[in-house]
Each structure stands twice: as structure tokens, then as C-alpha cells.
Nanobody, 123 residues
Framework: QVQLVESGGGLVQAGGSLRLSCAAS????????MGWFRQAPGEEREFVAA????????YYADSVKGRFTISRDNAKNTVNLQMNSMKPEDTAVYYC????????????????WGQGTQVTVSS
């Protein structure tokens, strides 16, 4: 069982930066691939970024590539999402998710989810 709690959301102007964090409970955090997803009002949940259990493999959605960076600290049971050069279309609720061992970019493949944190980018 893994519990996930996101933090760091808020309001930022276009071009600005935010850093999201996800704190995970449990002693087996290092066995989980981690992902970030987002969902805007009226839209389906979409993949943003993912990182494998060791942190040496990452994947990004084309829409955020070059602007967002995912990282993890297995000693602290945390995964972060650094978001730079933000755009109004980045506005959404951002969710942290965990999947045992195998990394995937598909939301259905994740076993555990956080409650989400709101990110709003003003133009």
C-alpha cells in the first residue's frame, strides 16, 4: 500500500515556474515507477511525465518536453515536478501516481493516486 500526497500547486503567471512535490508513504517506494498526470475541467486525465524506480529513465509528454523536469529522491520518498516557462494551457489539477516496478505512460496502469493539487497559469 502506498499513500501519495501532492503539494506545491498554486497560481503563477505565464512564463513563471512552479515545483510540485509528491510525498509517498511506505518503505518500498523505490520499487515503484512514478508518474505525474493532469486533468483540466471537461478534459480527460492526461500523461505529463514519468520516472522509473531508479530515476535514470524519464518520459515526457510532447507538450511539456523541454519545460518540465521530473525527479525523485528514494531516500526521502519523494518525486518532484519542476515546471518552467509555464503556459495558460498548463492549468489543471496535477496528480501524482505510483505503479509497482514497471514504468508506463498510461493512467490505467497506475495503482495508487494522490488527491491532486491545483495549478493555475494566468495569461
Amino acid at each position: 500500500q502506498v499513500q501519495l500526497v501532492e503539494s506545491g500547486g498554486g497560481l503563477v503567471q505565464a512564463g513563471g515556474s512552479l515545483r510540485l512535490s509528491c510525498a509517498a508513504s511506505g518503505r518500498t517506494f523505490s520499487r515503484y515507477a512514478m508518474g505525474w498526470f493532469r486533468q483540466a475541467p471537461g478534459e480527460e486525465r492526461e500523461f505529463v511525465a514519468a520516472i522509473n524506480w531508479s530515476g535514470d529513465s524519464t518520459y515526457y509528454a510532447d507538450s511539456v518536453k523541454g519545460r518540465f523536469t521530473i525527479s525523485r529522491d528514494n531516500a526521502k520518498n519523494t518525486v518532484n515536478l519542476q515546471m518552467n516557462s509555464m503556459k495558460p494551457e498548463d492549468t489543471a489539477v496535477y496528480y501524482c501516481a505510483a505503479r509497482h516496478l514497471v514504468l508506463t505512460t498510461t493512467a490505467l496502469g497506475y495503482d495508487y493516486w494522490g488527491q491532486g493539487t491545483q495549478v493555475t497559469v494566468s495569461s
